[in-house]
T-cell receptor, first 111, second 114 residues
Framework: QQQVKQSPQSLIVQKGGISIINCAYENTAFDYFPWYQQFPGKGPALLIAIRPDVSEKKEGRFTISFNKSAKQFSLHIMDSQPGDSATYFCAARRGNYQLIWGAGTKLIIKP | KAGVTQTPRYLIKTRGQQVTLSCSPISGHRSVSWYQQTPGQGLQFLFEYFSETQRNKGNFPGRFSGRQFSNSRSEMNVSTLELGDSALYLC?????????????FGQGTRLTVV
């Protein structure tokens, strides 16, 4: 029940296309859902986060869509650029407990 | 404002040895978490410290231990190293523990056990 399942494991998108990464969870007590971006040789960095009382949050080209009833949330990257090529992690947290992480998605944007 | 600093960046150790990794959080941050990252396994939570107290602990054997000092700097120790301990060890700091505060990661320490 503590797991966060992330898919796909890897994704190749043409430049200018939309990249979509999905995550599903079981624990309805989770109340914080961040997405992290990690470049090779670097630690993960927070990209965007959402709480379950909001169905969508947009920051520039990055959007989180949240479906509370389906217990799913997804990251959409609009107009994907080669510089977006990285590994993306979803995560979830309940209160003051530790973040529970998805397995990661390696995104490659082809020029 | 300096970021999270982890030292050393790279380390090569022999099976059976022990190792200590260091993490200096962002100034003012009181919470430090440690993660193990391996290909295909994502980030596995090791433990979290807040104000020198371990608050949460992941499912790792007792060979993995940590501590936090009064200045919030943290160390992680792994004893009796095994080949499977080869990984990137990441430290993250945040202002408070939990409470939806953003976690800032260091660049990690790449540990290779031979």
């Amino acid at each position: 029940q503590q797991q966060v399942k992330q898919s796909p494991q890897s994704l190749i998108v043409q430049k200018g296309g939309i990249s979509i990464i999905n995550c599903a969870y079981e624990n309805t007590a989770f109340d914080y859902f961040p997405w992290y971006q990690q470049f090779p040789g670097k630690g993960p960095a927070l990209l965007i986060a959402i709480r379950p009382d909001v169905s969508e949050k947009k920051e520039g080209r990055f959007t989180i869509s949240f479906n509370k009833s389906a217990k799913q949330f997804s990251l959409h990257i609009m107009d994907s650029q080669p510089g977006d090529s990285a590994t993306y992690f979803c995560a979830a947290r309940r209160g003051n407990y530790q973040l529970i992480w998805g397995a990661g998605t390696k995104l490659i944007i082809k020029p | 404002k300096a970021g999270v600093t982890q030292t050393p960046r790279y380390l090569i150790k022999t099976r059976g040895q022990q190792v200590t990794l260091s993490c200096s959080p962002i100034s003012g941050h009181r919470s430090v978490s440690w993660y193990q990252q391996t290909p295909g396994q994502g980030l596995q939570f090791l433990f979290e410290y807040f104000s020198e107290t371990q608050r949460n602990k992941g499912n790792f054997p007792g060979r993995f231990s940590g501590r936090q000092f009064s200045n919030s700097r943290s160390e992680m120790n792994v004893s009796t190293l095994e080949l499977g301990d080869s990984a990137l060890y990441l430290c993250a700091s945040s202002l408070f523990a939990g409470s939806n505060t953003e976690a800032f990661f260091g660049q990690g320490t790449r540990l290779t056990v031979v």
